[in-house]
């Protein structure tokens, strides 16, 4: 069973919709990361929290320590969105051992 | 500055052969971490290098070895190759060992096993 649970593995939405991905996790974590991979593999940081909210442009990332749970929103979709998203949790080392999610397919349609 | 860049970014090997995959660290980033990728999966770490000295490992057995140089590049070794490490194996650097700081990822190398 993975550690890292995200929710929906699948998503469809219209221009401008409104997106939530969910992320649970089961371990203790010290930081939870949000990233962004499109077709052939390359994979962006988008954000890296331990408490509370972060917002870069049309993207907003929270997260809830203590019910182990993290949301990446998506405001004003966009098809250039369209990509997958993985969340990935460092259990605390000092390192980058991190146990990551399955992913969530994004498919944001004109 | 310069992105983290990973080659090559397709290699075909035959079972029971070795690889060597390379990656570039962004400029100023002494920290690379090494993550294997399956089909339809999320990534795995296998193991981090900060300062040429490994300082992390994953789930992977001795077979899969790596390097750091003084300017920070990397290599990620694996030997006795098995169809199973058929995946896109991914790179990246940070500017810290600590675990604290954000990711930059190479576009990744995919292998392929037969």
């Known amino acids: 069973k993975n550690e890292v649970e995200q929710s929906p593995q699948n998503l469809t939405a219209q221009e401008g919709e409104f997106i939530t991905i969910n992320c649970s996790y089961s371990v203790g974590i010290s930081a939870l990361h949000w990233l962004q991979q499109h077709p052939g593999g390359g994979i962006v940081s988008l954000f890296m929290?331990?408490?509370g909210k972060k917002k870069h442009g049309r993207l907003i990332a929270t997260i809830n320590i203590q019910e182990k749970h993290s949301s990446l929103h998506i405001t004003a979709s966009h098809p250039r969105d369209s990509a997958v998203y993985i969340c990935?949790?460092?259990?605390?080392?000092?390192?980058?051992?991190?146990?990551f999610g399955k992913g969530t397919l994004l498919t944001v349609n004109p | 500055e310069t992105g983290v860049t990973q080659s090559p970014t397709h290699l075909i090997k035959t079972r029971g052969q070795q690889v060597t995959l390379r990656c570039s660290s962004q400029?100023?980033?002494?920290?690379v971490s090494w993550y294997q990728q399956a089909l339809g999966q999320g990534p795995q770490f296998i193991f981090q290098y900060y300062r040429e000295e490994e300082n992390g490992r994953g789930n992977f057995p001795p077979r899969f070895s790596g390097l750091q140089f003084p300017n920070y590049s990397s290599e990620l070794n694996v030997n006795a190759l098995e169809l199973d490490d058929s995946a896109l194996y991914l790179c990246?650097?940070?500017?810290?060992?600590?675990?604290?700081?954000?990711?930059?990822f190479g576009n990744g190398t995919r292998l392929t096993v037969t």
């Open positions: 990935a949790g460092n259990s605390g080392g000092s390192n980058y051992k991190l146990t």
């Open positions: 400029s100023g980033h002494n920290t």
């Open positions: 929290l331990s408490s």
């Open positions: 990246a650097s940070s500017p810290s060992g600590a675990g604290n700081s954000p990711l930059h």
